[in-house]
């Protein structure tokens, strides 16, 4: 407490001043009990019988030598010791005891030392405070002297420089020696009072007076220039030069050695050229190379360092011997620098809004344990006990988990959900009956104020950072506010429904951005079908899109189908190298190719994104739902996966087929239980609140987990997808990009030959053998079903064996019998 009142002030208390004052006195007093009493003297005087001293009489010596110092002085001594009485020869005599005479003062001047600080408050931070005040006081005034003499200074030489670029200088002091010799005073007086003329202060001005005066024997003309003294000398064709000179400093010229200048008085300089030389084409002229120059004399010192400066010391040619032949090099263009492969780099995450994480609340309010108590009361006026027992807030609800009583049904607190929803005046009330691994049940009740989940706190999460998966992507907080993670490469497909303004599209945007933010294109790649044009466009450009967004739903067809395809060559690859499944390939392609082995390429994984399915299904449903189910069946382990959303959740657009391949689903707000039956062949969904309240339904969970879907809002896609776009150039697949773009006539790929069915030569000998053809003949023929003896029909349509349909009358045959045995003997059958 002593340091900490040394080292900062206190409010003063009387009460502990006193109490210093006190302890002063007494270790006052005790200091001069010691250094004035004899201890031996003392243990002498309080000895008993044994001759060991006794408290209770040291105790009644020391009361009564402060009375009567007297009684404890040593005889010898010529004056009494300065007792201090009970109290502070008692502190005195059990210090002495303990640390000696020595020790006892130190430690008795440590205590005056500490009371002393207590009582005059005293406090050092203010005084080093202060100290620091008037030393930053001192330095400021320091330094406003050095900058008002600096500036000073500096005007001073400006003011002087001002004056010596004056022409109106004053000249007296510099001719002061030609004024003394001016007769000025043998002027008259009144022309001496004239100004200067013009002519004579430009004269003063120039120093013109100051010129040596020539004679006119130097203004002569020269005897060599008179004319009688001159001979006439015939004059000679000038010698023409073939090279022209080089005019302009910037006819810059490659794998060349630069024009050399001609020296006066130096023979040989100029180099020779033979006539038989080989005539170069327009725009190229020979230049003189270092063998034209040798056997030749150097060139003088002159013209040596002239050249030296110049760009024939240059060492970056092509040709070093000199070719002869300068030419202009080629310059790259812009696009090739950008091809330059750069590793990713990802966007920085202060592009998306901070999460202020507002949704881990405490369920300990009174707001929620009063409306705890009013569910527990609701069920008890209906003749069910059940007891709250735990309360758990999240961003959206609050669920209560009740604990039945004995021999209460859950189907009875089932069915009691409106009356729930109506006491406790609550938008709706979702039940789950009971709770996954736990013995209870959950009561969900919207909260009054919900809190939103911003993308940026899930991907700043320990669960997202510490994932290894290159598409984890991050949906969403459940009840309890813990981040909802899904896998898509574990799912391996997912489902996403709701109502119009459910909370799909932000969704979507949602895990694309997880996705952005985590892996480069080495390892996604992405493929995006929006009918609805304004929902994913906005993504064409980035660097993970094979090819941009397809907005033609007569176009989708053929995206899936190359999806398909890419399917079928990825499994052709694992087949060669031996392997099952995507990873195990990439990890022999990695070791394959540290050693230099090309036999091997990098596959990425693929994300094919369908933001509307329902337009899909109705432009093109034969071909996207066989596509769709082959991808579901066979692509995860070709490392393709899907994310297929829709609007409208009923059975004509979510198909059978579809929905069996694809068990993970995310359900968001419908209107009725059909459609929730739909999505997650369980009702739930027709409760949820909408603006991304959602029902997330993996295969590894044995029911839905409901959370609230992350927000992420236009302005943050478009700014990192921004970012995305100047960091880094598209890199589309041309040849994806000519395979979606390239229609067919029936809005589907051909099949190829190696892909007919087998039993169309069967079925040519069937319709050929009874005249007339149809699907139920090849039924009962050879025993199919439907699908494949329609297909059959086609087929022998397509190759011209049959007619067209026509209604209920069974179909022409337009081959006859000897066509077809003619047919089978060629082989062509």
Same mark, same amino acid.
Request: with cysteine; hydrophobic share 40%; charged share 20%.
């Given at each position: 407490?002593?340091?900490?009142?040394?080292?900062?002030?206190?409010?003063?208390?009387?009460?502990?001043?006193?109490?210093?004052?006190?302890?002063?006195?007494?270790?006052?007093?005790?200091?001069?009990?010691?250094?004035?009493?004899?201890?031996?003297?003392?243990?002498?005087?309080?000895?008993?019988?044994?001759?060991?001293?006794?408290?209770?009489?040291?105790?009644?010596?020391?009361?009564?030598?402060?009375?009567?110092?007297?009684?404890?002085?040593?005889?010898?001594?010529?004056?009494?010791?300065?007792? !201090?009485?009970?109290?502070?020869?008692?502190?005195?005599?059990?210090?002495?005891?303990?640390? !000696?005479?020595?020790?006892?003062?130190?430690?008795? !001047?440590?205590?005056?030392?500490?009371?002393?600080?207590?009582?005059?408050?005293?406090?050092?931070?203010?005084?080093?405070?202060?100290?620091?005040?008037?030393?930053?006081?001192?330095?400021?005034?320091?330094?406003?002297?050095?900058?008002?003499?600096?500036?000073?200074?500096?005007?001073?030489?400006?003011?002087?420089?001002?004056?010596?670029?004056?022409?109106?200088?004053?000249?007296?002091?510099?001719?002061?020696?030609?004024?003394?010799?001016?007769?000025?005073?043998?002027?008259?007086?009144?022309?001496?009072?004239?100004?200067?003329?013009?002519?004579?202060?430009?004269?003063?001005?120039?120093?013109?007076?100051?010129?040596?005066?020539?004679?006119?024997?130097?203004?002569?003309?020269?005897?060599?220039?008179?004319?009688?003294?001159?001979?006439?000398?015939?004059?000679?064709?000038?010698?023409?030069?073939?090279?022209?000179?080089?005019? &302009?400093?910037?006819?810059?010229?490659?794998?060349?050695?630069?024009?050399?200048?001609?020296?006066?008085?130096?023979?040989?300089?100029?180099?020779?050229?033979?006539?038989?030389?080989?005539?170069?084409?327009?725009?190229?002229?020979?230049?003189?190379?270092?063998?034209?120059?040798?056997?030749?004399?150097?060139?003088?010192?002159?013209?040596?360092?002239?050249?030296?400066?110049?760009?024939?010391?240059?060492?970056?040619?092509?040709?070093?011997?000199?070719?002869?032949?300068?030419?202009? *090099?080629?310059?790259?263009?812009?696009?090739?620098?950008?091809?330059?492969?750069?590793?990713?780099?990802?966007?920085?995450?202060?592009?998306?809004? *901070?999460?202020?994480?507002?949704?881990?609340?405490? +369920?300990?309010?009174?707001?929620?344990?009063?409306?705890?108590?009013?569910?527990?009361?609701?069920?008890?006026?209906?003749?069910?006990?059940?007891?709250?027992?735990?309360?758990?807030?999240?961003?959206?609800?609050?669920?209560?988990?009740?604990?039945?009583?004995?021999?209460?049904?859950?189907?009875?607190?089932?069915?009691?959900?409106?009356?729930?929803?109506?006491?406790?005046?609550?938008?709706?009330?979702?039940?789950?009956?009971?709770?996954?691994?736990?013995?209870?049940?959950?009561?969900?009740?919207?909260?009054?104020?919900?809190?939103?989940?911003?993308?940026?706190?899930?991907?700043?999460?320990?669960?997202?950072?510490?994932?290894?998966?290159?598409?984890?992507?991050?949906?969403?907080?459940?009840?309890?506010?813990?981040?909802?993670?899904?896998?898509?490469?574990?799912?391996?497909?997912?489902?996403?429904?709701?109502?119009?303004?459910?909370?799909? &599209?932000?969704?979507?945007?949602?895990?694309?951005?997880?996705?952005?933010?985590?892996?480069?294109? #080495?390892?996604?790649?992405?493929?995006?079908?929006?009918?609805?044009?304004?929902?994913?466009?906005?993504?064409?450009?980035?660097?993970?899109?094979?090819?941009?967004?397809?907005?033609?739903?007569?176009?989708?067809?053929?995206?899936?189908?190359?999806?398909?395809?890419?399917?079928?060559?990825?499994?052709?690859?694992?087949? #060669? *190298?031996?392997?099952?499944?995507?990873?195990?390939?990439?990890?022999?392609?990695?070791?394959?190719?540290?050693?230099?082995?090309?036999?091997?390429?990098?596959?990425?994984?693929?994300?094919?994104?369908?933001?509307?399915?329902?337009?899909?299904?109705?432009?093109?449903?034969?071909?996207?739902?066989?596509?769709?189910?082959?991808?579901?069946?066979?692509?995860? +382990?070709?490392?393709?996966?899907?994310?297929?959303?829709?609007?409208?959740? &009923?059975?004509?657009?979510?198909?059978?087929?579809?929905?069996?391949?694809?068990?993970?689903?995310?359900?968001?707000?419908?209107?009725?239980?059909?459609?929730?039956?739909?999505?997650?062949?369980?009702?739930?969904?027709?409760?949820?609140?909408?603006?991304?309240?959602?029902?997330?339904?993996?295969?590894?969970?044995?029911?839905?987990?409901?959370?609230?879907?992350?927000?992420?809002?236009?302005?943050?896609?478009?700014?990192?997808?921004?970012?995305?776009?100047?960091?880094?150039?598209?890199?589309?697949?041309?040849?994806?990009?000519?395979?979606?773009?390239?229609?067919?006539?029936?809005?589907?790929?051909?099949?190829?030959?190696?892909?007919?069915?087998?039993?169309?030569?069967?079925?040519?000998?069937?319709?050929?053998?009874?005249?007339?053809?149809?699907?139920?003949?090849?039924?009962?023929?050879?025993?199919?079903?439907?699908?494949?003896?329609?297909?059959?029909?086609?087929?022998?349509?397509?190759?011209?064996?049959?007619?067209?349909?026509?209604?209920?009358?069974?179909?022409?045959?337009?081959?006859?019998?000897?066509?077809?045995?003619?047919?089978?003997?060629?082989?062509?059958?």
């Amino acid at each position: 407490m002593t340091v900490d009142h040394f080292l900062e002030r206190r409010i003063k208390n009387s009460r502990k001043r006193f109490t210093y004052l006190l302890i002063i006195l007494i270790g006052s007093v005790a200091i001069l009990h010691i250094a004035t009493v004899d201890p031996s003297r003392f243990i002498t005087l309080t000895a008993g019988d044994t001759g060991a001293p006794e408290a209770f009489a040291a105790i009644r010596l020391l009361w009564n030598s402060g009375v009567d110092p007297s009684r404890i002085a040593d005889p010898a001594a010529s004056a009494d010791p300065l007792t !201090g009485g009970l109290l502070g020869g008692g502190l005195a005599f059990a210090l002495t005891a303990i640390a !000696g005479k020595v020790g006892a003062l130190i430690l008795l !001047g440590a205590l005056l030392a500490s009371q002393l600080v207590l009582f005059l408050n005293v406090s050092l931070s203010k005084a080093i405070g202060r100290t620091a005040e008037a030393i930053n006081k001192t330095r400021k005034r320091v330094d406003d002297a050095v900058r008002s003499s600096v500036a000073n200074i500096r005007q001073t030489q400006i003011e002087e420089e001002q004056i010596a670029g004056n022409y109106d200088i004053d000249l007296e002091k510099q001719k002061q020696k030609d004024q003394q010799t001016e007769p000025v005073q043998s002027l008259p007086e009144s022309e001496a009072k004239k100004k200067p003329s013009f002519l004579q202060s430009l004269k003063r001005l120039w120093h013109v007076n100051d010129l040596p005066v020539i004679t006119p024997e130097e203004l002569a003309v020269p005897d060599f220039l008179q004319p009688e003294g001159q001979t006439e000398v015939p004059a000679q064709p000038a010698a023409s030069a073939d090279i022209s000179p080089q005019t &302009s400093p910037y006819d810059l010229r490659i794998n060349a050695t630069p024009d050399l200048p001609a020296s006066p008085g130096v023979s040989g300089a100029t180099p020779e050229f033979h006539a038989d030389a080989p005539v170069l084409p327009a725009g190229i002229r020979r230049v003189p190379s270092t063998q034209d120059f040798s056997g030749k004399p150097t060139i003088g010192s002159e013209a040596s360092s002239t050249v030296e400066n110049g760009r024939a010391h240059w060492q970056d040619r092509a040709d070093p011997a000199g070719s002869g032949v300068d030419f202009i *090099k080629p310059r790259s263009r812009a696009g090739d620098q950008l091809a330059i492969q750069l590793p990713y780099e990802k966007p920085p995450i202060h592009l998306l809004r *901070k999460d202020t994480d507002a949704a881990a609340r405490t +369920a300990n309010t009174p707001a929620i344990q009063a409306l705890g108590r009013k569910l527990e009361h609701t069920l008890d006026s209906f003749g069910i006990q059940a007891t709250v027992i735990r309360v758990t807030t999240g961003p959206t609800i609050t669920r209560f988990e009740l604990s039945p009583g004995p021999g209460v049904k859950v189907s009875r607190i089932v069915s009691l959900s409106d009356d729930i929803a109506l006491n406790l005046a609550a938008m709706g009330v979702r039940i789950e009956a009971p709770i996954p691994g736990k013995s209870a049940i959950g009561i969900e009740i919207p909260n009054k104020e919900t809190t939103p989940v911003l993308l940026r706190g899930l991907l700043e999460s320990t669960e997202f950072t510490q994932s290894q998966s290159p598409l984890m992507a991050a949906l969403g907080r459940d009840v309890q506010g813990s981040p909802i993670l899904c896998d898509l490469a574990k799912m391996p497909h997912l489902l996403i429904a709701g109502a119009t303004g459910s909370g799909k &599209s932000v969704c979507i945007n949602s895990i694309l951005m997880s996705i952005l933010y985590r892996s480069s294109p #080495d390892d996604v790649r992405m493929m995006m079908i929006d009918p609805k044009v304004v929902e994913l466009s906005v993504y064409n450009g980035i660097p993970h899109l094979l090819a941009p967004v397809v907005t033609d739903p007569k176009k989708a067809a053929n995206a899936l189908n190359w999806a398909v395809s890419e399917m079928v060559r990825r499994y052709g690859l694992f087949a #060669d *190298k031996s392997v099952r499944d995507i990873n195990s390939y990439n990890s022999s392609a990695t070791v394959a190719l540290a050693r230099g082995d090309d036999d091997y390429e990098k596959l990425p994984l693929i994300l094919f994104v369908i933001d509307e399915l329902s337009d899909l299904m109705a432009t093109t449903p034969t071909e996207v739902e066989d596509a769709i189910a082959r991808l579901t069946a066979m692509a995860r +382990a070709a490392g393709i996966h899907l994310i297929i959303a829709t609007q409208r959740p &009923s059975v004509d657009v979510i198909t059978g087929v579809i929905k069996a391949n694809i068990p993970s689903r995310i359900a968001f707000a419908v209107a009725s239980q059909v459609d929730s039956r739909t999505i997650l062949d369980m009702g739930g969904a027709e409760k949820l609140l909408g603006k991304g309240d959602l029902l997330y339904y993996p295969q590894s969970l044995a029911k839905p987990l409901r959370g609230q879907g992350a927000f992420v809002t236009d302005a943050e896609v478009e700014r990192v997808l921004t970012w995305l776009k100047s960091h880094h150039v598209a890199d589309y697949n041309q040849e994806v990009t000519d395979t979606i773009m390239t229609a067919t006539a029936n809005g589907s790929h051909e099949r190829d030959q190696d892909d007919e069915d087998e039993l169309i030569p069967q079925a040519l000998d069937v319709v050929v053998e009874t005249g007339y053809a149809s699907v139920s003949l090849l039924q009962r023929r050879l025993k199919l079903g439907y699908p494949r003896a329609a297909r059959l029909i086609d087929a022998l349509h397509d190759k011209g064996f049959v007619g067209p349909f026509d209604g209920s009358k069974p179909r022409k045959v337009l081959i006859t019998q000897d066509q077809y045995l003619e047919l089978k003997a060629r082989g062509d059958g």
